[in-house]
C-alpha cells in the first residue's frame, strides 16, 4: 500500500471515479473545469454546503487531499457530506467512505458517516463495512492506473452528461 500513500487523491477524485472515468483523468491533469465553468448544479451545491449546517463547528476540514465538510464528536466521530441531490449517491457513499478510510490511516476508529441531501430533507446513514477497506484499495489503485494513461478514458455518453461541466471536452 506504500504507492497509495504517496499519491494525491482526493475526494472528488474517487467520486469521479464511480461516476466518470474520463471526468476523473481531466480532473487528475489538472483540468478543472468546476472551477472556470461552475454549473449552475455546481454552484447551488455549493451554496447549500454553505447554508446548511451552519451550527456546525467544525466545518470544511482538510486532512491530505480530502475536504470533508464537516465533522461532529458525539460520542463518536462521524463524517458528514452535503450534496445537493442522490443523482449520484454510489459516488456519495464511496466518497464518504474514502474520508472515513483516510482518518482510520491516522488511527482514528470511525465507522459512521451521513450524507445530507437539505434539499431533498433526507439524509443517508453509511457505515465503514469489514471490506470497504478492501474496495476502496482496490478503486485507489484503479485510479492511479487511469490517471497515468496517455489518453482518456472514453465518452461515456450518458444524459448526465449534458449537464457536466467537462461536456465540451468530451462533445465539442
Not at 472528488?12 to 472515468?21: A, D, I, L, N, Q
Request: proline share 3%; charged share 35%.
Amino acid at each position: 500500500m506504500e504507492e497509495l500513500d504517496i499519491l494525491n487523491i482526493s475526494g472528488t477524485m474517487v467520486s469521479y471515479y464511480f461516476t466518470c472515468k474520463r471526468k476523473l483523468w481531466l480532473f487528475a491533469k489538472n483540468i478543472d473545469m468546476e472551477q472556470s465553468q461552475p454549473t449552475t448544479d455546481l454552484i447551488i451545491g455549493k451554496l447549500l454546503n454553505f447554508k446548511s449546517f451552519k451550527q456546525e463547528k467544525h466545518k470544511e476540514i482538510e486532512i491530505e487531499d480530502c475536504v470533508i465538510d464537516f465533522i461532529t464528536f458525539r460520542g463518536e466521530i462521524i463524517i458528514h457530506e452535503t450534496k445537493k441531490s442522490r443523482k449520484f449517491e454510489e459516488a456519495h457513499v464511496w466518497q464518504t467512505k474514502y474520508y472515513m478510510f483516510v482518518l482510520r490511516k491516522y488511527g482514528l476508529d470511525i465507522t459512521h458517516g451521513v450524507i445530507h441531501y437539505p434539499k431533498l430533507m433526507r439524509k443517508e446513514e453509511i457505515n465503514f463495512e469489514k471490506d470497504d477497506e478492501e474496495k476502496i484499495r482496490n478503486a485507489l489503485l484503479e485510479i492511479k492506473r487511469i490517471t497515468h494513461e496517455k489518453i482518456p478514458p472514453p465518452v461515456l455518453n450518458k444524459s448526465f452528461c449534458k449537464r457536466c461541466s467537462y461536456y465540451e471536452l468530451c462533445y465539442v
